[in-house]
């Protein structure tokens, strides 16, 4: 599965004032032995979170932030470290060479921010499905996509 990469770590995380803000509010609430949030501190870090994943069975995918409880790493949280985009390709108007194109301009006006990796959501009906591979989009697996209004 696509994940972060060593490199990415170095990078400064353009969430880094809601992500203080967040830690703030949170340090008021872990108290005791509650779990806490805490930013992921750099690539060793982050090759052990590897390893305490694989081992629970999970898989990391652009770790911003670490869960720790009583000194140890019990999981991860990304806060918008990757970008994803959703759209609608009208299905008689757009041919494949369109829709090639389209998902080229897309993924080109993410590369200058610097993002190494970007998600979409494909509907297991949709004619991408069967080739999205072929654009470069590996499988992430099976989930629930679960929208809150706040």
Same mark, same amino acid.
């Given at each position: 599965? %696509?994940? #972060?990469?060593? +490199?990415?770590? +170095?990078?400064?995380?353009?969430?880094?004032?809601? #992500?203080?803000?967040?830690?703030?509010?949170?340090?008021?609430?872990?108290?005791?032995?509650?779990?806490?949030?805490?930013?992921?501190?750099?690539?060793?870090?982050?090759?052990?979170?590897?390893?305490?994943?694989?081992? +629970?069975?999970?898989?990391?995918?652009? %770790?911003?932030?670490?869960?720790?409880?009583?000194?140890?790493?019990?999981?991860?949280?990304? !806060?918008?470290?990757?970008?994803?985009?959703?759209?609608?390709?009208?299905?008689?108007?757009?041919?494949?060479?369109?829709?090639?194109?389209?998902?080229? +301009?897309?993924?080109? !006006?993410?590369?200058?921010?610097?993002?190494?990796?970007?998600?979409? !959501?494909?509907?297991?009906?949709? %004619?991408?499905?069967?080739?999205?591979?072929?654009?470069?989009?590996? %499988?992430?697996?099976?989930? #629930?996509?679960?929208?809150?209004?706040?």
């Amino acid at each position: 599965m %696509p994940g #972060m990469t060593e +490199d990415m770590t +170095d990078k400064p995380n353009r969430t880094d004032a809601l #992500m203080a803000a967040l830690l703030s509010a949170a340090a008021g609430a872990s108290m005791g032995n509650l779990a806490r949030l805490r930013p992921l501190s750099g690539v060793e870090e982050y090759k052990a979170l590897k390893e305490l994943a694989s081992a +629970d069975d999970h898989a990391v995918l652009a %770790p911003t932030l670490v869960i720790e409880k009583c000194g140890e790493i019990v999981g991860y949280v990304s !806060l918008n470290a990757v970008p994803w985009w959703t759209g609608w390709f009208h299905s008689t108007k757009l041919y494949a060479r369109d829709t090639i194109h389209l998902v080229n +301009d897309v993924e080109n !006006l993410l590369r200058p921010a610097g993002h190494k990796l970007v998600v979409t !959501l494909v509907a297991p009906e949709s %004619p991408f499905r069967p080739v999205m591979e072929k654009f470069g989009y590996a %499988p992430a697996g099976e989930a #629930m996509i679960g929208l809150k209004q706040l």
